[in-house]
């Protein structure tokens, strides 16, 4: 457990918070300010959705432990947090850089090959087009979800993950755990699951409707939230059966249990999604991996939930 006496929780709460607020202009700029009806529900905004999510996920997660000292708070915990709000930072940071090219790349070929070697007749509505799509290539250089901001924001992240490593933890009488509670074949589910979630993305169009953009939504969040579920199962089978740490132990444990209600949640309504679309004459493989990732979580939520039964 991470040792109360620090300031650096506090420093870091206020990082996160001014980070959290930038995202919220963000937010607001996007809804009343840079409203931009040509792009539509794009692929850049729903992944802001789940940095947003992450960021206020970690702060809440550090602000009940500094509000409430009766809660703990583990430092691998801690650690993996932070490294998710960080790779989805970054992630998020790529996939702008890309959209933003591909909307310069498609507003050059409109310029050149239906406006200047095109149909005079269109001209009018290419022109309208072209200005309206480049409005949020100029608008997002000067908002707050800017690569400039962005790079700020990693870079803050990055510095105070190097600080967690350095946090001072509580001495702990460690305990015996028996074989039965370390399951290997977990985090091998685990990472099936994260190969599964990942296929039940729609990675090949990057604007969509709303029912669309609440799938595309869905399963990256989905997605993103299997790989600290791995890291949480991986960091468990690696422990000392007979020199474990209680708090550490229960504490994973727990963590993997909600992700994993969260897993099933997420993916029910996926599926259900799913579902609806199939009803409409529409239908893609991504409705199989729907079933394999609900099937595999509900087991994996089951087995988990049995262990917690053992130890608390």
Not at 23 to 48: K, R
């Amino acid at each position: 457990m991470i040792k109360r006496n620090q300031d650096y929780i506090s420093k870091f709460l206020v990082i996160l918070a001014i980070i959290i607020f930038l995202d919220v202009m963000n937010v607001i700029m996007n809804l009343y300010i840079n409203v931009n009806d040509e792009l539509g529900i794009n692929v850049v905004d729903m992944l802001f959705i789940i940095k947003l999510i992450g960021s206020i996920s970690l702060f809440a997660v550090l602000l009940r432990w500094a509000s409430n000292k009766d809660n703990t708070l583990q430092k691998q915990q801690l650690v993996i947090h932070t490294i998710y709000v960080i790779l989805v930072s970054m992630f998020y940071f790529f996939i702008m850089y890309l959209f933003k090219y591909s909307i310069i790349l498609n507003a050059m070929d409109i310029l050149r090959n239906k406006m200047i070697d095109g149909n005079p007749a269109t001209l009018l509505n290419f022109a309208i087009y072209t200005y309206n799509t480049l409005k949020f290539v100029k608008s997002s250089y000067q908002g707050f979800n800017s690569e400039f901001i962005l790079m700020l924001q990693i870079v803050f992240l990055v510095w105070h993950l190097r600080n967690l490593m350095t946090l001072d933890i509580e001495e702990e009488e460690t305990e015996h755990y028996d074989d039965f509670l370390f399951v290997r074949g977990h985090k091998f589910v685990a990472l099936a699951m994260i190969i599964v979630s990942f296929l039940s993305i729609n990675i090949f169009e990057y604007i969509y409707d709303p029912l669309e953009a609440v799938m595309f939504l869905v399963s990256s969040f989905i997605f993103t939230i299997q790989i600290p579920i791995f890291l949480f199962l991986n960091r468990i089978w690696a422990m000392d059966r007979n020199h474990t740490l209680p708090s550490e132990f229960k504490t994973f444990y727990k963590v993997v249990n909600v992700l994993l209600y969260v897993t099933v949640i997420g993916l029910g309504i996926y599926l259900g999604i799913q579902v609806i679309a199939l009803s409409q004459g529409s239908f893609s493989y991504r409705f199989f991996m729907s079933v394999a990732g609900f099937i595999t979580s509900f087991y994996m939520l089951l087995s988990v939930n049995k262990i917690r039964s053992l130890i608390v």
